[in-house]
């Protein structure tokens, strides 16, 4: 390791502590609107959960296409901010806000329009379909803010700032929390609660964004609203095409898994609800790693510290290390407890407690692969993310085709999600090592 990579101090760890401590509680936040639905719709029983997790999988193909504008916004404000040019970092922030909006009206439409075809071809059929088009119906409501509020945490991330996110976070998971109960239990609105607190507690964080870069921080982030943005709408586009293409490598897996699950068996669907709802957890979890990699990576990239970003990276890549081994421990620990938290059907339990050791024993390799996803977005090498990721996706759907034919149930499911991460995890390897890679001096 280079710089003393291995050491129990290093130079970077202050900015690195300064960066993912606070991302961390942002990133736990934001997966909690799902995880607290989970836990309050499983309450309702086993037909709801299944509904929640099918609906889950249509958000993931309808919004995660649009990561790019978190990711884009991170790697163009980083790589601006790095070699001062506060005014370029305004205007990709502006772009970023505007396409956002855009896009999250055109997925709002498009959600309403393919909502019930594409429920039936996730696997979901019945009282599951009914409960899942309510919940779809409502939530596609907060297209708009969803996306917005991901250009939010991309923008302050490229500016170095994590900490602002996280009180946006904060807030609307309080929201969430609060309304929940009310809704669902007391309302008597059942999953449609559920989905109504979602749909105010995201407005409430993309107008929180609007008015923070727009009004309060405008200024000091160099944003002109009336600025000229062609060049980085253009960059955008780019950056949109490759991270598009990713992310449908990511999602067909994972939309392909919940499919194949739904038709083991509605048991097998709800569990596969709760399991994927903590890996979602652990991930974001453990991408405090990799929101410190895209700022730190782009910053030093932008201000031509070449060594300096391959140093750092090296030190992220030990931390998110000792990070995956603690996990994994108290994953372990914690083993016999995690079914009961989220439903109370027997079935279910024994099915979540049976492929649970999936999630214990990937950790380190999950950490590799998403620390090694911030480097690779703060340095923009966002083809070869690209091709990565379809390379590893397309062993992963051979697995996953074979579930049903050979019987293996859910845990050939999760065989088909572990061998996605597994390539994933090889095929960045093999880049950071390359002599011509991302971070190469």
Do not use: C
């Amino acid at each position: 390791m280079r710089g003393g990579v291995a050491g129990l101090r290093h130079p970077d760890d202050r900015e690195i502590a300064r960066l993912a401590i606070p991302a961390l509680g942002a990133l736990i936040a934001d997966p909690l609107l799902s995880l607290v639905d989970t836990a309050f719709v499983g309450q309702i029983g086993t037909d709801s959960l299944g509904a929640l997790g099918a609906a889950g999988a249509l958000f993931a193909i309808s919004f995660f296409i649009f990561n790019f504008l978190e990711y884009g916004t991170t790697a163009l404000v980083a790589n601006a901010f790095g070699s001062g040019d506060l005014p370029r970092a305004g205007r990709a922030t502006v772009t970023s806000l505007w396409i956002g909006a855009l896009a999250g009206i055109g997925a709002l439409a498009l959600i309403e329009l393919i909502a019930v075809p594409a429920l039936r071809v996730i696997g979901a059929e019945g009282a599951v379909l009914d409960s899942a088009l309510t919940y779809v119906r409502i939530r596609a409501l907060a297209a708009p803010a969803l996306l917005m509020i991901r250009v939010g945490h991309g923008a302050y991330r490229g500016y170095q700032n994590t900490r602002t996110p996280l009180f946006v976070s904060l807030g609307v998971n309080g929201v969430n929390l609060a309304l929940d109960p009310v809704l669902i239990f007391v309302a008597g609105w059942g999953i449609a609660g559920a989905a109504w607190a979602t749909v105010a507690a995201q407005w409430l964080g993309a107008l929180w964004f609007g008015w923070l870069l727009l009004r309060r921080d405008r200024t000091t982030l160099g944003i002109d609203r009336a600025g000229e943005r062609e060049a980085e709408t253009g960059a955008f586009l780019v950056i949109g095409r490759d991270v598009a293409i990713r992310t449908a490598g990511l999602l067909g897996v994972l939309t392909l898994a919940t499919a194949i699950a739904a038709r083991v068996s509605e048991t097998a669907l709800a569990a596969h609800q709760v399991l994927y709802q903590l890996w979602i957890f652990l991930a974001l979890l453990m991408d405090a790693f990799a929101v410190a990699a895209q700022a730190m990576v782009g910053r030093m990239l932008g201000a031509g510290k070449v060594a300096a970003a391959r140093m750092a990276a090296d030190r992220l890549l030990v931390l998110g290390q000792v990070v995956g081994l603690a996990l994994m421990a108290i994953l372990a620990a914690i083993s016999p407890f995690v079914a009961a938290w989220f439903t109370d059907d027997p079935a279910v339990q024994g099915a979540i407690r049976s492929n649970y050791w999936f999630l214990v024993l990937g950790q380190p390799v999950f950490a590799l692969v998403f620390v090694w996803d911030g480097v690779f977005f703060g340095a923009g090498d966002f083809w070869y993310l690209a091709k990565a990721t379809l390379t590893a996706a397309a062993v992963a759907v051979a697995v996953l085709l074979l579930v049903l034919p050979l019987g293996w149930g859910l845990a050939g499911v999760w065989w088909g999600v572990t061998v996605l991460i597994t390539g994933r995890a090889l095929t960045l390897g093999w880049r950071r090592i390359d002599p011509n890679g991302p971070l190469a001096g």
